[in-house]
């Protein structure tokens, strides 16, 4: 009989609560704490109603001493694998769930045949953790002698390429770009550029937000949400946009997110949130590094004038109350000290910081060439170091046969990322969480990075910093 799996993983940290996975005539209901769960339903065409019925449904409901917090389902049809109504559609339609003092964060994968080594069955994941808005309130009260412990001390959860959470530019982008350039959005994927030059002009145009979306959408969370999640380290790319795009956008020229020649979330925009979380958060410090990397030569990069003038223009909603800090600031200073001298936004340039990524061990679709590459982490290598960054993602597009087939295969839930996220997460985050203090002893804070910032990123984050101000 036509059938459909659906791998589903599950984190909790909240004590009291549970998530239930459901198809027809089967139920697996998670409560464990500070584990994390991987489960395999079937949506099978024999436990359906009527003879020619052929579309079952997928549902998660999270509760707290019984009480709903939220529930999401989407329905799926047996024979083709397709998705029907639900409200797990597309990326945008999961963003985090925020319950008074608990957050939910979650998304599903469309999984196709299993081609390029991608999973051939449906990935769900849900993680369960605390509102993390104040960790660094709670974690290092004022006064407390925590607080007294130098911030290097802290161990900082982090969205990977924090701009590219949205298709909002992209898609003012695209309704005035001619299709005979559309294909340079893609020009830094050579696999993506090959598959785009053989279908139509009109195709491309019609595609092109489903390609972006699975090759270049890192986060689906709002930028306050990510704070709310708990992210205090981001990486920014600041710059101009393409100059080929410039005569045909509706959007002002100025700093963009830049995923490549891809734009996402505006400079000001990003500086503004920020400062304006901090304003509501006054014990919490962010830490913001500005980059260059793959941002090509035709996107003009920014003056240093220009940055600062961006600060300077985010910072007035703080009303003195915020002022700028360093690299340096955050190397030899303590928390207390820190938000006594009000420097609670840290931004620096491009260092040459420590770091897990190597492009062979992050090209996987598994996660295990990621822990392998974990175990040669060392407290030597930090040596010399500002800070050490260690990645969770994996970079699937990197996977012969990924790439061409993500773009091909495109919509608006088949992002190669998502497909990755919950299995690599699985075996990342655990070695991290029990392994990472015995390996990195340095007196530098640790970021842990991760694509669509979730909630069991930032639960091992903040237990490593309690570890460490302990």
């Given at each position: 009989m036509p059938s459909k799996g659906v791998r589903a993983y599950a984190y909790i940290?909240?004590?009291?609560?549970?998530?239930?996975?459901?198809?027809?005539?089967?139920?697996?209901?998670?409560?464990?704490?500070?584990?994390?769960?991987?489960?395999y339903l079937v949506v099978d065409s024999k436990n359906l109603p009527g003879i020619f019925n052929l579309v079952g449904r997928f549902s998660f409901r999270v509760a707290r001493d019984g009480a709903e917090l939220t529930s999401q389902w989407v329905d799926i049809n047996t024979l083709t694998g397709n998705l029907g109504d639900g409200t797990m559609k597309s990326m945008e339609s999961t963003p985090s769930v925020i319950a008074n003092d608990v957050v939910i964060t979650y998304s599903f994968y469309d999984a196709g045949l299993g081609s390029a080594g991608l999973p051939s069955s449906d990935q769900c994941y849900v993680t369960v953790t605390p509102n993390y808005a104040n960790w660094m309130a709670t974690t290092a009260p004022e006064g407390s002698p925590q607080a007294g412990k130098l911030f290097s001390r802290l161990v900082l959860p982090s969205a990977h390429d924090v701009g590219m959470n949205s298709m909002?530019?992209?898609?003012?982008?695209?309704?005035?770009?001619?299709?005979?350039?559309?294909?340079?959005?893609?020009?830094?994927?050579?696999?993506?550029?090959?598959?785009?030059?053989?279908?139509?002009?009109?195709?491309?145009?019609?595609?092109?937000?489903?390609?972006?979306?699975?090759?270049?959408?890192?986060?689906?969370?709002?930028?306050?949400c990510m704070l709310t999640i708990g992210a205090r380290y981001f990486e920014f790319r600041p710059a101009h946009m393409h100059k080929r795009f410039l005569p045909f956008s509706p959007l002002p020229n100025k700093l963009y997110f830049q995923h490549g020649p891809i734009p996402g979330m505006a400079y000001d925009e990003f500086l503004q949130g920020i400062v304006m979380f901090l304003v509501g958060h006054p014990s919490e410090i962010v830490v913001v590094q500005l980059r260059a990397d793959g941002v090509p030569a035709e996107c003009a990069h920014p003056t240093d004038g220009e940055l600062r003038d961006e600060v300077n223009a985010a910072l007035t909603f703080a009303a003195g109350s915020i002022v700028c800090g360093t690299l340096d600031d955050i190397r030899t200073s303590t928390i207390s000290q820190l938000r006594s001298q009000r420097k609670r936004l840290i931004i620096f340039g491009a260092v040459d910081s420590y770091g897990s990524y190597t492009d062979a061990a992050y090209a996987t679709l598994n996660g295990d060439s990621i822990v392998a590459e974990f175990e040669n982490l060392s407290t030597d290598r930090q040596a010399g170091k500002p800070f050490t960054v260690i990645q969770c993602q994996a970079t699937p597009t990197n996977v012969k046969g990924v790439l061409p087939y993500s773009v091909l295969a495109a919509n608006a839930s088949t992002s190669p990322m998502l497909a990755t996220k919950p299995v690599c997460d699985s075996k990342t985050l655990p070695w991290i969480r029990h392994r990472v203090l015995e390996r990195l002893k340095s007196e530098q804070f640790i970021a842990v990075m991760n694509d669509f910032i979730d909630g069991a990123t930032a639960d091992v984050a903040v237990n490593l910093s309690q570890q460490r101000l302990s």
């Open positions: 940290s909240v004590p009291g609560c549970q998530v239930e996975f459901s198809v027809p005539k089967s139920t697996i209901v998670r409560n464990g704490l500070n584990s994390w769960s991987n489960d909002q530019t992209s898609e003012a982008i695209l309704q005035n770009i001619p299709t005979a350039i559309v294909n340079m959005l893609f020009a830094d994927q050579k696999a993506a550029l090959e598959v785009v030059r053989v279908v139509s002009e009109d195709i491309l145009k019609n595609i092109a937000p489903n390609i972006i979306r699975a090759l270049a959408i890192t986060q689906k969370d709002s930028l306050e």
